[in-house]
Structure formats: structure tokens, C-alpha cells
């Protein structure tokens, strides 16, 4: 029973996250819809560099706490969440400054408003799903996709639906949801409980978070360098097609992130307690769930951008381009569905190390073949050497977790 409750909470964790990326979904659209290329561009820019962001924190903050999970204490809890508001800071700097480089004129104070408060709330989130509290994660990611919704539909129906006012929704959405997830909002944005123990940090720093950092930088460069250098040298408007792409997938990759924050934890209960049968159980769990979601996902992107593209892209002269780049996408979203799944089994055996070495291998060769493909080819051609990629690091990911799982077998 014990194992069906869990079962249930992790469905109402991907289910919550999936009207995230719903929510996510239909403000991109309307702007897609509503706004221009150049404005829907500079928004997809500031929501992939967010990913990151938030990738940072869940390598650098939370994935040392889910190895020191067992021995949380007030003092160690007080450091990360200090640190959690410094990067927080930083993050806003960042994406204040990079809506002025895309838009001279852009609504720099907003972008760097919601990406300090969605950073937060991810901490904030994810330190409630390590303690075993995963409805306050499921409440925020409600709320925040209930507010994205409402405030969408109100900018729609009064025809102001722009690069600005999304942003505010997304301020919004950010903050509302950090307060749906209880205490452990109010533990991170006023972190006074005791006296940090910067010492168990630093800790946490060498053993997990910076080969888990290391490993979430190398593997943006592997997958996003094309995206990064399509929007800094080529502009918005050129980058649009991959963001619109993406965008169409948005829903499988949040369904892949769900599961790895949900399973992970549970991987690693289930290694600590030397149950073999309930880590093999919670493998297969996470790719029934990943390809059914990849399935959905599919048949929504085919649908969208098959029957009626000229809704969605106003442009017609590039439509083509963008069915490539969806076409792509749909490949490039199958091998990750597997990588992302070794990926949790080895994060929950402490492999952050091996999993970082091997991205950087893979970026290595990844960012300047991307860029000589862009420059050649074209933008949207980037995206080959980004599926080339995604098979190496399946086939080493694969091979890894079977070396060990033979080390396992073998006491």
C-alpha cells in the first residue's frame, strides 16, 4: 500500500508539472499568435536560459542535499538557502541583461523579477519533494500553472497579450507559486533559523554539487549550444523556428524532469535499503511514463504543425523550416527520453562525477560542429549534430548503469 501511495503522489507530481508546461505552452503560443517573431524569439531566449538556471540550482543545491537528505539539520538548511538567494540575485542580473542585448528597449526589470522568484520557488519545491512533502511541490506547480492560465486568457481577451505583459504573468505565476508551497517558501527567502554551517556546504559542494554542475553545464552545452548561439549572433527572429519547435515538445521534456525529481529520491531509498526489486520496478516505471508522454506529445506537435501551420507561423516563407526543426525535435525528444532515465538511475547512485566527464566529452566535439552546421547549413540543420549527440550519450549512459548494476550482482 505503501508503494501505491507513493505511485499516486508521483502521478499528481507529473500531472502538476504537465499543466505547467501546459500553462507554459499556451502563454508561448499566444505570443506566437499575437506578438511578433522577433518578440516571440527574445521570450523563448529568456525561458531557455531559465531552464538553466534552475538547472543550476537543482545541480548545485539540491542534489548534494539528496545525499545528505538523512542528516539535514536547521544550520546546514540556513547555507543552502543563502546561497539559494545570492544565485537567485545573480540569475536576475543575468536575464535583465540579456532582454537588453535581444530587445534594445526590452522589459529588463520584469525578466529579472521572474527569474528570481522562479528560482526560489524551484529551490523551495524540490527541498519539499527531498523531505517526502510532494503535495507542497504538487501546489505550487498548480498554482503557478493556474495562474499563468488566468493570466493569459485575461491578456487575451483584452488583446494585450505582448513580451511585457508575459513577463508580468510569469512574476506573478512565480511568486503566487512560492507561496503554495508553505514553510518552505518562507525557510528560503528569510533563512535566519540558525547559524549556516558553511562547512557541511562545502561538503556537499566537493562530494555532489560541483561534479553535478560540472555534468548540468556540460550537458546544456551538448544540447542547447546551437539555441544559445542561434539567439546571441543570429538574433530572435532567426532562432524563432528552434524555440517554436522546442516549444512543441515543452510538455515531454517537463514530463522527463518530473520524473527524475520524483524517482531519484525514491532510486536512492531503494539503493540505500538494498532493494533491488524496487529500483528495477521505479526503471521501468520512468520509461512506461517518459514514452507515453513522448507518445501524446507527438501526436499534438503532428497535429499542430500538419494540419493548419499557417495558425501557428505566420511567416510562410520559413514554415518549411519550421516542420524541419519539429521533425528533428520529435527524434531528438525519443533518444533523450531513454538518456534521461540512465541519467536518474546513476544520479541516484552517486555517479555526478562520470555523468559530468561524459557530457563534456560530448560537448567538446558538439559546439563547434553545431556552429559549423549553423553557419553552413543553417540554424535549423544544427539540430542533426544535437541527436548525433544524444545517441553517444545514450550508448555510454546504458553501458555505465549495466557495469555497475553487474558490480551490484556480483557483491
Known amino acids: 500500500?505503501?508503494?501505491?501511495?507513493?505511485?499516486?503522489?508521483?502521478?499528481?507530481?507529473?500531472?502538476?508539472?504537465?499543466?505547467?508546461?501546459?500553462?507554459?505552452?499556451?502563454?508561448?503560443?499566444?505570443?506566437?499568435?499575437?506578438?511578433?517573431?522577433?518578440?516571440?524569439?527574445?521570450?523563448?531566449?529568456?525561458?531557455?536560459?531559465?531552464?538553466?538556471?534552475?538547472?543550476?540550482?537543482?545541480?548545485?543545491?539540491?542534489?548534494?542535499?539528496?545525499?545528505?537528505?538523512?542528516?539535514?539539520?536547521?544550520?546546514?538548511?540556513?547555507?543552502?538557502?543563502?546561497?539559494?538567494?545570492?544565485?537567485?540575485?545573480?540569475?536576475?542580473?543575468?536575464?535583465?541583461?540579456?532582454?537588453?542585448?535581444?530587445?534594445?528597449?526590452?522589459?529588463?526589470?520584469?525578466?529579472?523579477?521572474?527569474?528570481?522568484?522562479h528560482s526560489v520557488r524551484w529551490y523551495a519545491r524540490g527541498l519539499a519533494q527531498l523531505n517526502g512533502q510532494l503535495l507542497h511541490a504538487v501546489a505550487s506547480d498548480a498554482c503557478s500553472a493556474v495562474v499563468l492560465l488566468t493570466g493569459v486568457a485575461v491578456l487575451w481577451w483584452f488583446d494585450a497579450v505582448q513580451l511585457s505583459t508575459l513577463l508580468a504573468v510569469n512574476l506573478a505565476a512565480a511568486l503566487l507559486g512560492c507561496v503554495a508551497t508553505g514553510s518552505y517558501f518562507w525557510r528560503t527567502l528569510w533563512p535566519v533559523q540558525a547559524k549556516p554551517d558553511w562547512l557541511r556546504l562545502r561538503q556537499g559542494w566537493r562530494g555532489q554539487g560541483r561534479p553535478a554542475l560540472s555534468g548540468t553545464l556540460a550537458s546544456e552545452a551538448a544540447a542547447n549550444a546551437h539555441s544559445y548561439f542561434a539567439a546571441l549572433l543570429f538574433g530572435p527572429l532567426a532562432f524563432a523556428p528552434l524555440a517554436a519547435a522546442a516549444l512543441l515538445f515543452r510538455p515531454v521534456v517537463v514530463v522527463q524532469q518530473s520524473l527524475q525529481q520524483t524517482e531519484r529520491p525514491a532510486m536512492r531509498q531503494a539503493l540505500l535499503a538494498q532493494n533491488d526489486g524496487l529500483f528495477?520496478?521505479?526503471?521501468?516505471?520512468?520509461?512506461?511514463?517518459?514514452?507515453?508522454?513522448?507518445?501524446?506529445?507527438?501526436?499534438?506537435?503532428?497535429?499542430?504543425?500538419?494540419?493548419?501551420?499557417?495558425?501557428?507561423?505566420?511567416?510562410?516563407?520559413?514554415?518549411?523550416?519550421?516542420?524541419?526543426?519539429?521533425?528533428?525535435?520529435?527524434?531528438?525528444?525519443?533518444?533523450?527520453?531513454?538518456?534521461?532515465?540512465?541519467?536518474?538511475?546513476?544520479?541516484?547512485?552517486?555517479?555526478?562525477?562520470?555523468?559530468?566527464?561524459?557530457?563534456?566529452?560530448?560537448?567538446?566535439?558538439?559546439?563547434?560542429?553545431?556552429?559549423?552546421?549553423?553557419?553552413?547549413?543553417?540554424?535549423?540543420?544544427?539540430?542533426?549534430?544535437?541527436?548525433?549527440?544524444?545517441c553517444w550519450l545514450l550508448v555510454r549512459l546504458q553501458q555505465h548503469c549495466a557495469l555497475l548494476q553487474r558490480q551490484v550482482a556480483h557483491g
Open 280 to 390: 528495477q520496478q521505479l526503471q521501468r516505471r520512468f520509461f512506461v511514463f517518459a514514452l507515453a508522454a513522448l507518445g501524446a506529445n507527438v501526436l499534438l506537435a503532428a497535429w499542430l504543425m500538419g494540419l493548419q501551420p499557417e495558425w501557428l507561423w505566420s511567416d510562410s516563407s520559413s514554415i518549411g523550416q519550421w516542420q524541419l526543426a519539429g521533425v528533428l525535435m520529435a527524434v531528438l525528444c525519443f533518444f533523450r527520453v531513454f538518456r534521461s532515465g540512465f541519467t536518474a538511475q546513476l544520479q541516484a547512485r552517486d555517479a555526478f562525477a562520470f555523468l559530468a566527464r561524459t557530457a563534456w566529452q560530448a560537448a567538446v566535439w558538439v559546439i563547434p560542429l553545431s556552429v559549423l552546421v549553423m553557419m553552413v547549413f543553417g540554424v535549423v540543420w544544427s539540430l542533426m549534430v544535437v541527436v548525433l549527440a544524444e
Open 1 to 117: 500500500m505503501r508503494h501505491d501511495g507513493n505511485s499516486i503522489k508521483a502521478v499528481s507530481s507529473i500531472v502538476a508539472q504537465c499543466a505547467l508546461a501546459g500553462a507554459a505552452l499556451v502563454q508561448a503560443l499566444a505570443l506566437l499568435l499575437a506578438g511578433s517573431l522577433t518578440q516571440y524569439g527574445t521570450f523563448a531566449a529568456l525561458q531557455l536560459v531559465q531552464g538553466l538556471m534552475l538547472g543550476v540550482v537543482s545541480a548545485l543545491l539540491l542534489s548534494p542535499l539528496l545525499i545528505q537528505l538523512a542528516s539535514q539539520n536547521a544550520a546546514l538548511l540556513s547555507a543552502y538557502a543563502r546561497l539559494q538567494l545570492a544565485l537567485s540575485v545573480v540569475f536576475a542580473l543575468v536575464q535583465a541583461l540579456l532582454c537588453v542585448w535581444l530587445i534594445r528597449d526590452g522589459p529588463a526589470l520584469l525578466a529579472g523579477g521572474a527569474i528570481f522568484f
